[in-house]
């Protein structure tokens, strides 16, 4: 299979995996692209490039204002807005992040995104298992 086969074969499963995803499934994908695009970045400012690292922070950015966007304050109630100030405060880490400081702010945010992620894949499982 050529380069352009095996492309073109990856984007339809990764197409085909979001357009049949329970909504609890998407949430799990948003935040593993936040997190792959949050490492991208701590490796683009560990070999000093600034402008990709910020191209990969906008990226994370954009799918954590999805987050926030998808909220549902009138059904989740204490959990939409404790969810609310996380992602509120990872935007904030994100914004004051820079060649300097990424080794200090990076971690925590990847470590924050990781937890609410392990816990959306559990109920993602636990939701298959009652199914």
């Known amino acids: 299979m050529g380069t ?3 492309t073109m074969a990856r984007r339809f499963y990764e197409e085909n995996t979001v357009n049949t995803a ?4 998407l949430v799990v994908l948003l935040y593993d ?8 970045a701590e490796r683009a400012f560990a070999e000093g490039d ?14 954590i204002l999805e987050l926030l ?17 996380l ?6 880490e994100c914004a004051r992040m820079s ?10 945010v990847i470590r924050i995104l990781s937890g609410l992620r392990d816990a959306w894949k559990e109920l993602e499982a636990y939701g298959q298992r009652t199914s």
Do not use: Q, T, W
């Not at 692209?33 to 991208?40: C, E, Q």
């Not at 600034?50 to 799918?63: D, F, P, V, W």
């Not at 992602?87 to 904030?92: E, K």
């Not at 300097?100 to 925590?108: A, I, Q, R």
């Open 22 to 25: 329970s909504p609890v499934k």
């Open 4 to 6: 352009y086969s095996a």
């Open 99 to 108: 060649g300097e400081n990424y080794e200090e702010v990076l971690p925590g």
């Open 50 to 63: 600034r402008a990709l690292a910020r191209m990969h922070i906008g990226k994370a950015e954009k799918i």
């Open 69 to 85: 966007g998808s909220l549902n304050f009138e059904d989740g109630g204490e959990i939409a807005e404790n969810l609310f100030a």
């Open 87 to 92: 992602y509120r405060f990872v935007l904030r």
């Open 33 to 40: 692209g936040a997190i792959r695009f949050l490492k991208l």
